[in-house]
């Protein structure tokens, strides 16, 4: 925070959003160490369905239970990687007019970041409560994908990366909104353009 003000006060101008930079505790680097776990699976993935693929056709003998990881790895890649995403500013969102703000309007642009992380923030938070019950019952029913003698995986590993990635992107949401804020202080304090 102490490099946007700077910048406010020697007159390079105000950083534009928050996006990239880095979160308080250091949630950004859980933020890239998370995403780049969902990448190494991505490519474990990769290889499983490739082996799948030629011990079907070579071997006639296909890996059991790759359509089951595959199914189950998908969610918890994408949770994996959600908080990173954000931080990133890869979220979908209407960029041509956020900009179009941000030249006209900076303070405006800064308010309506932050309402969007609060919003988000409030999102998250809803889809978290939601998701602690499935995650007691699959543990508590020992819940699994596949076929009992062929292939099981538990599903409770699953929801919990699941709610792992939901608390982190609630917290990117709420210290995104806060950088936002402060931004937004900082430029009626300083009396940057509207």
Not at 68 to 92: C, K, N, P, W, Y
């Amino acid at each position: 925070m102490a490099l946007e003000e700077s910048e406010v006060a020697s007159g390079q101008g105000p950083v534009s959003d928050s996006y990239g930079a880095a979160l308080p505790f250091g949630l950004h680097r859980l933020n890239r160490a998370m995403n780049a776990l969902g990448t190494l699976w991505i490519l474990g993935l990769m290889v499983l369905i490739n082996l799948d693929v030629f011990g079907r056709n070579l071997f006639s003998h296909p890996v059991r239970g790759v359509t089951e990881m595959v199914s189950l790895s998908i969610v918890g890649i994408v949770f994996l990687q959600l908080a990173d995403t954000l931080h990133a500013g890869r979220f979908t969102r209407a960029d041509i007019l956020l900009d179009r703000i941000k030249k006209s309007s900076p303070k405006a642009a800064d308010a309506l970041h932050a309402a969007f992380h609060l919003v988000g923030l409030g999102l998250m938070l809803v889809i978290l409560l939601a998701s602690w019950e499935p995650l007691v019952d699959a543990v508590r029913i020992q819940e699994y994908v596949g076929a009992v003698g062929d292939f099981q995986l538990s599903v409770w590993p699953i929801r919990l990366i699941t709610l792992i990635g939901l608390v982190t992107t609630a917290l990117s949401f709420l210290l995104l909104a806060w950088l936002d804020i402060r931004r937004l202080q900082s430029r009626f304090v300083n009396g940057s353009s509207t």
